[in-house]
């Protein structure tokens, strides 16, 4: 359990103004389509001359178009060939139920900052999504991973490092206290000395510095939302959000498609 978030994306309907008026739509589109399809595929498998072949061929097409919590149904036909009036049967029963509406176009969970983002325009837990839209976001999370993730990612490198010229620091103090250190040993320890220094001031500038995150994209507290700290998993989803934001602006036609988010949890 937890927020899962869905961006859809499906045919422009001009007389479609709101998104329940798309679910009907949807529906009825996919009512027709599935009423067209069925005996389609019914006919292409009879009449095969080859039903190995076709049978592989029209669970391999049909599979992609089955949503992801009903895939295993439709694997078991798709791995293992049955026989032609018991595959008939089971499309016919199982494709109007199991076939998707709507194409699932990207999808995050527990990234809170993408609902704080969408939040204001959310009517039941749903909006419209604009090539603006996704444009502005995608220019967010590019800010952010230029400065904050940078930063932050720096900062562990940096830290590290620290860690590791530490060790050796302590292990060198160790011969010059007991007195078995050697010119060169003693050289090293004033370097390793020198470079912590100046390791430890880049460490305090990058403290001093301001992110961009709560100002850009804030997280979001809310009911099994997730974390709401700027951390390793924030930042793992700001690329992610940005990754996608990119794939959907390269593969929406506005003049011809709709996007639109829904919150679930």
């Known amino acids: 359990m937890g927020l899962d ?39 292409e498998l009879s009449e095969s001359k080859n039903y190995s072949e076709t049978y592989h061929k029209v669970f391999f097409n049909v599979l992609p178009m089955v949503a992801p919590c009903d895939q295993w149904l439709f694997e078991d036909y798709q791995e293992k ?18 076939l998707k509406i709507f194409w699932e176009s990207a999808y995050f969970r527990k ?17 419209f999504v604009t090539m603006d839209d996704l444009k502005d976001l995608a220019d967010r ?16 490198d940096l830290e590290d490092k620290n860690n590791q010229i530490e060790q050796s620091t302590n292990r060198l103090v160790e011969l010059v206290e007991g007195g078995k250190e050697t010119s060169e040993e003693q050289k090293h320890l004033n370097e390793l000395k020198a470079k912590k220094e100046q390791i430890e001031e880049e460490l305090k500038n990058i403290e001093g510095k301001t992110g961009y995150c709560d100002k850009l994209l804030p997280t979001q507290c809310g009911f099994f939302f997730g974390s709401t700290d700027y951390d390793d998993w924030y930042f793992s989803k700001i690329e992610d959000c940005y990754n996608q934001m990119c794939f959907l602006m390269d593969n929406f036609d506005e003049e011809t498609e709709i996007i639109f988010v829904e919150m679930s949890w």
Do not use: W
């Open 81 to 98: 060939e049955h026989p032609l009036q018991e595959t008939i049967q089971f499309l016919e029963t199982n494709l109007m139920d199991k």
């Open 141 to 156: 999370c590019k800010k952010i991973i230029d400065t904050d993730i940078y930063e932050y990612r720096l900062k562990e």
């Open 5 to 43: 978030i869905y961006f859809y994306k499906t045919n422009k309907y001009d007389d479609c103004k709101s998104i329940s008026e798309y679910y009907e739509r949807g529906k009825e589109d996919h009512e027709k389509y599935i009423d067209d399809l069925i005996p389609k595929l019914v006919k």
């Open 111 to 127: 990234a809170n900052f993408v609902y704080a983002y969408f939040k204001d325009k959310l009517e039941e837990e749903c909006c």
